[in-house]
């Protein structure tokens, strides 16, 4: 039987959340979200959500982990043991499944980001014609190589373990991470014509608040961005040790995803109106219009650099996490060792994901199912099980176990009937908006 493995402490679990809730949504979908649907009236639901809801996610994930020592298939199995067990691990599956198939097309993403952080080193952008380079590239079978990439890189990382591996690589890369942001944001805010992203961003338009739309997109930002399809926040919180503070643990991951995600947008918004692009472009923001502005502007070539690295860090530590979920599995069903587990899962991702490399719209159509079907399926399943079937007083004396500011019993029906019945109207909102998140 594998010996289950910890953290090493407190600080080295915040940041293994923090890189695993810090990634390329942050850095493109925040931005022109932030800008599109009411500037600093944006954050006004933005906040109540992700503070309100999202951080009760967090604490559900956290602690339904712990009080296992499970990732999901066995936690919801240990929940169901007196019930019916095997139902409990065929619902655990499906979060499961979840994570892995984003982890599927995630990491194909993961191999632009490598490519693209390759050109910026090489100084390629200069002379190329960047949106037909992409256009060439993504969905082509030219992209399968830096996908097998990403996935050996990931791959390396898991296969170190919990303490050796995830955690020493996120205490490496968060901190980095936000210094590189904070120096970008710093050269975007000194280019002329920055000023007009900044008011893009934070002057409100209260208008915004009277349409649904931008309350179901920040509640999309929010539920998505630090809470993932009921399972990746789960296997993180079955290495905790007994003792941890839940509460103040998620506070603080909800704190520095935001941050990380409002020093994104400082960096890209800005820049984006001193180069009169179209902020609101989406994932091309990344690999067309970024790199066209580190082709213009002065000294583009180190800023280029330093940019597609700190998108690396984001998008390495997410994907360790989305392996991390598999891996656990297979090792916790199989008993197999973490190097057995964690190779064939990276195979099975890697070939699984082939045909995604060559066609966009099985792309597309893959990441969709995934995204508006499987996670936020996986999410619900993950709150309900806990709060419902786990019981939701044993669910606040697990979350208070180790707490210096323990919830109260107000805080019961809140998670039982309002954070549920928010995760089953997020899952429905995403059919209809055809995603949110």
Not at 299 to 315: E, N, R, T
Request: glycine share 10%; net charge positive; hydrophobic share 55%.
């Amino acid at each position: 039987m594998n010996q289950r493995e910890t953290w090493t402490g407190r600080i080295g679990f915040i940041l293994a959340c923090v890189g695993a809730a810090i990634g390329l949504g942050n850095i493109w979908m925040f931005s022109w979200r932030l800008g599109a649907y009411g500037g600093a009236a944006f954050l006004v639901p933005y906040f109540i959500f992700v503070f309100g809801l999202a951080s009760t996610g967090l604490m559900e994930e956290f602690a339904f982990g712990r009080s296992q020592q499970k990732g999901a298939i066995g936690a919801f199995e240990n929940v169901f043991k007196d019930k019916n067990p095997s139902l409990g691990a065929t619902l655990g599956t499906l979060p499961v499944l979840g994570v892995s198939g984003v982890f599927i097309f995630y990491i194909i993403v993961v191999g632009w980001i490598l490519k693209y952080f390759v050109l910026a080193l090489t100084n390629s952008f200069v002379g190329m014609d960047i949106a037909n380079y992409f256009g060439q590239f993504a969905g082509n079978s030219a992209s399968i190589l830096w996908h097998a990439l990403a996935v050996i890189l990931t791959l390396a990382i898991v296969k170190l373990g919990v303490q050796k591996g995830i955690e020493k690589t996120n205490k490496f890369m968060m901190p980095t991470l936000f210094i590189l942001l904070i120096i970008l944001m710093i050269r975007s805010l000194t280019l002329g014509g920055a000023m007009e992203g900044v008011k893009f961003m934070l002057v409100p338009d209260w208008s915004k608040l009277l349409q649904p739309v931008t309350w179901v997109m920040a509640l999309g930002q929010a539920f998505f961005t630090v809470s993932l399809g009921g399972a990746a926040m789960l296997v993180y919180g079955s290495y905790l040790r007994k003792d941890e503070d839940i509460p103040s643990s998620a506070l603080q991951t909800v704190a520095f995803n935001t941050s990380a995600s409002l020093l994104a947008a400082f960096v890209i918004i800005p820049a984006v109106f001193a180069f009169g692009l179209d902020p609101q472009a989406g994932p091309p923001l990344l690999f067309i219009t970024l790199p066209n502005i580190f082709k213009a502007m002065p000294g583009g070539y180190i800023f280029g650099v330093l940019f597609f690295l700190s998108i690396v860090f984001a998008a390495i530590s997410s994907a360790v996490n989305l392996m991390e979920v598999p891996v656990e599995a297979m090792m916790d069903r199989l008993n197999l060792s973490r190097g057995k587990s964690t190779l064939i899962v990276a195979l099975l991702g890697f070939i699984i994901g082939l045909p995604l490399d060559t066609n966009m719209a099985w792309f597309g159509k893959f990441a969709d199912f995934v995204t508006i079907y499987l996670v936020p399926i996986g999410a619900v399943l993950a709150a309900f099980v806990f709060f419902w079937v786990y019981g939701v007083s044993k669910a606040r004396q697990e979350i208070n176990r180790g707490s210096s500011r323990p919830l109260g019993k107000w805080w019961e029906p809140f998670a039982k009937y309002v954070f549920v019945a928010v995760a089953l109207i997020v899952l429905i909102l995403g059919v209809v908006y055809g995603g949110i998140g």
